[in-house]
């Protein structure tokens, strides 16, 4: 079919689903659904301040960022042992090869665990096993981005830094989140150039509920070479020629931004501007377990709220492939497998 329009309204969800794409924002602790929650505290004898997996799920209604991370933090509590980042992590991996994910750039933040006395190596150790068995057991590849915590000082990042070196060959980036207001890129960007000195990819949240000023010195205080979120570039027109220009990718969440009220409906949300615009967008689903959605119910729901089409699809996974940190060979045989997807799906 490729690229021909009009394509078929009705079975754009099914081209949706089943289209090659890569996630390159999801949160791993954001993917702890309330049921292994629960059965992680069972097993490591402690107990979640909810009665039940319905009373917890009826608690993810947020008004902003922090209000969601705060709860997002107190869900953390369950994960103890480095089985439990492994289980956490390989029920991420199942869903995401549900939803025909080739490759995924896993979040994680070891500042939450250690602050509450789990070991970074534990963390991460936990996490790469489950990366490492997706590649033989589901197909898909999967790589690891440190994200170092805003809200605490950039002492703690560098702290954050040295725990995780002796694990080095196990991370492929390093990103900044949490919460954003009052935090701006520039805190970090000391931690940021060490980070680069190691060969670090590097990436931030940056205009998710903060101002255009942060992107920008997310690109010229911190050098990330992706933009996470982004969405608020689009009051920029300058910051928007810089993106269009320098092909810097922004990793949008739509389900996660109508979740967080950065736009108040998903009818509202501006991807479908972005992608007029040049930007390098693409979709994904930050914190499934707490935002209503795996990486599929992102696409399906936003294609629907904006009335997006075929040819948004593939520019969408498109840029998923373009914007990853796989070596040139896998980018590559992931766009041959996006461009034979679309040539012979019917
Ligand atoms: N923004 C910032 N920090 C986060 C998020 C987010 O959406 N999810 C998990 N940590
Ligand atoms: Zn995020």
């Avoid at 009009?6 to 954001?30: D, N, S, T, V, Y």
């Avoid at 060969?199 to 949240?205: C, E, Y």
């Amino acid at each position: 079919m490729k690229f021909v329009e009009p394509f078929p309204a009705e079975r754009l969800p099914e081209l949706l689903r089943r289209m090659p794409k890569a996630e390159l924002h999801m949160h791993i602790e954001g993917s702890l659904e309330p049921e292994l929650m629960f059965a992680l505290a069972a097993r490591n004898g402690l107990s979640v301040p909810y009665p039940d997996v319905e009373s917890l799920r009826c608690a993810y209604v947020f008004n902003n960022l922090q209000e969601f991370l705060d709860i997002y933090h107190a869900g953390t509590l369950v994960l103890r042992n480095e089985q439990d980042f492994y289980d956490m992590a390989w029920a991420y991996l199942q869903r995401a090869a549900a939803d025909n994910v080739l490759h995924t750039e896993i979040f994680f933040d070891t500042q939450t665990h250690t602050g509450h006395g789990v070991s970074a190596e534990v963390v991460i150790n936990g996490l790469h096993r489950a990366c490492a068995d997706a590649k033989a057991g589901l197909g898909l590849s999967a790589s690891l981005i440190l994200c170092f915590l805003r809200h605490l000082s950039e002492a703690e990042a560098f702290e954050a830094l040295e725990q995780a070196l002796p694990q080095r060959d196990k991370l492929v980036g390093i990103g900044l989140a949490s919460s954003e207001l009052g935090h701006p890129p520039e805190k970090f960007a000391k931690v940021f150039a060490k980070a680069r000195a190691l060969d670090f990819r590097l990436v931030a949240h940056a205009g998710e509920e903060g101002p255009p000023a942060y992107i920008w010195s997310a690109l010229d205080a911190l050098k990330v070479e992706r933009i996470d979120h982004g969405v608020q570039a689009m009051r920029d027109p300058a910051l928007i020629q810089r993106l269009v220009q320098g092909k810097v990718p922004l990793t949008v969440c739509p389900l996660s931004n109508l979740k967080l009220r950065v736009f108040p409906t998903l009818a509202q949300h501006n991807l479908g501007r972005m992608l007029e615009a040049g930007l390098v967008a693409t979709v994904n689903s930050d914190d499934p377990a707490y935002f209503g959605g795996y990486l599929n119910e992102n696409y399906t729901q936003t294609f629907a709220a904006l009335g997006l089409a075929a040819q948004h699809a593939w520019q969408l996974a498109h840029n998923s492939f373009e914007a990853s940190f796989v070596e040139a060979s896998a980018k590559r045989a992931m766009h041959d497998r996006l461009d034979g997807f679309f040539e012979t799906f019917e």
